[in-house]
C-alpha cells in the first residue's frame, strides 16, 4: 500500500488547521484514527450494543462474541500463548498499575529490589514507587550511556537476590531509541526475575513476538495504535495471572460471593472488573486489521525514511540540538532550539499547522539527567512523509525569525 493511499484512511486530514494542512508529528502522544474504527464504533452502538458477559439475550450474546472475537485477534497478534494471557485495561497505565499492585503484593516484599531506567515514562515509575513505599521496596534505576542507551551492562550490574521485578521501556518516548529487550529479557529469565515491558511506543512501530521475546508481562496503549482512547492491552503469562489476585473487585470478575467469602473467576475475567468498554475493543480490531493489512516491514520502511531524513535535515540547521543519539532508533525526534522555549516552538509551529509536542514527555527524570526542563519532540507515524519533514522544516525557520535568531 502506497503513502497516499494510507493517509486516505485517516480524516481528519481533510481539516485545515489555521488555514494549513495538518502536519501531525505527534503519534507518540496520541495517533490519529483510521475511518475503518470510527465507523466500527459507530456501527457497534448503533446495531449491535448491550454490555457484555450478563445477559442472554441476542445483542448480550453478539456483543459479547465480538469483545471475545477482539481477545482472540489481539492473541494472534501479538502472538501470546494462551488467550487468557490477554486482558483488556483503560491504558497502559493502567497495566502497569495492575502488576505493580497484583503482581507487587502478593511477591514483593521489604527489602526486595525493583530496576527500573533512567528512560522511563512517569507511568512506568509511579505505580513501583507506590509500592516502594507500601512495602518497603527499593527501587533501582539503570544508568544511560552519553547517547541515552540503556546497556544490558547497567542492568546486569544491578541485580542481586533481592530483585524481584525489571520494569523498561521497548522504545523511549523522548529519544526513540530501541531497547535491547531480548538480551535484557535473557538475562533476568536466567536469574528467574520476571520483566515488564512498557509496549507504549514499541507496539505502534515494532512486529510483536509474545513468545519469542519472552517477557511476562507487556502492556499496550491502543490510542498510539490508531484505536480508539480509553483502552489498553496488558499481556500476562498465564503461570503469572493464575496467581495474582484480582486489581479491583466489582460486578464480573467474581465467581461466588458470599456473606461469609467471595472466589473470584479465572483470567481474564478476574483481571476485568466492572463494565468494559465494549465499542472501543470491538473498534480496536479495526486497528489490527489495518496495520496488518499494510504490514509491519511497509510501516518501518515509511517511517525510517522519514526518521532518518528529518535527522539529517535537522543537524543541518545549526540552531538545533537533537536529544540524544541512540544507534538503534525509531519515530521519535525531540529537539531544541537555543534560545526558544519549546512551548513557544510548538505555538508557533501550530500557526502553519504543524502539530508537536514539548514539554518533559512525561519523562522528568531523563530531563533532570539532561539537563533542560523541557524538549520539542516530533513523532512519526505510518501516515507522515518528507514532505511533512520539509514543512516542519519551514516552520522552525518561521519561529527562528520571530525570535530573531
Known sequence: MKLDQIKKNFPIFKKKINGSSLIYLDSANSSQKPKSVIDRMSYFYENEFSNVGRSVHSLAVTATNRFEETRDLVKRFINAKHREEIIFTKGATEGINLVANSYGDKFIHKGDEIILTELEHHSN?????????????????????????????????????????????????????????????????????????????????????MQKLGCDFYVISCHKMYGPNGLGILYGKKKWLDVMPPYQGGGGMIDEVKKENITFAESPTKFEAGTMQTAEVVAFSESIKLLEKIGYEKITEIEDEVLRYGIDKLKKNNSISLIGEPKNKASVISFNIKG??????????????????????????????????????????????????????????????????
Open 125 to 209: 515509575y509511579v505505580p513501583w514507587h507506590y509500592l516502594r513505599n507500601r512495602k518497603k521496596a527499593v527501587i533501582k534505576f539503570a544508568k544511560i550511556n552519553e547517547n541515552l542507551e540503556i546497556k544490558v551492562d547497567e542492568i546486569k550490574k544491578l541485580i542481586t537476590n533481592k530483585t524481584k521485578m525489571i520494569a523498561i521501556t521497548h522504545i523511549s518516548n523522548v529519544t526513540g531509541g530501541i531497547t535491547p529487550l531480548k538480551e535484557i529479557i535473557d538475562l533476568a529469565s536466567s536469574k528467574n526475575i520476571p520483566v515488564l515491558v512498557d509496549g507504549t511506543q514499541g507496539a505502534p512501530h515494532l512486529k510483536l513476538d
Open 340 to 405: 526558544i522555549h519549546p512551548h513557544d516552538i510548538a505555538t508557533i509551529l501550530d500557526d502553519d499547522g504543524v502539530a508537536i509536542r514539548a514539554g518533559h514527555h512525561c519523562c522528568q527524570i531523563l530531563h533532570e539527567k539532561i539537563g533542560v526542563p523541557a524538549t520539542a519532540r516530533a513523532s512519526i507515524g505510518l501516515y507522515n512523509s518528507k514532505d511533512d519533514i520539509d514543512v516542519l522544516l519551514n516552520a522552525i525557520n518561521k519561529c527562528k525569525k520571530v525570535f530573531k535568531l
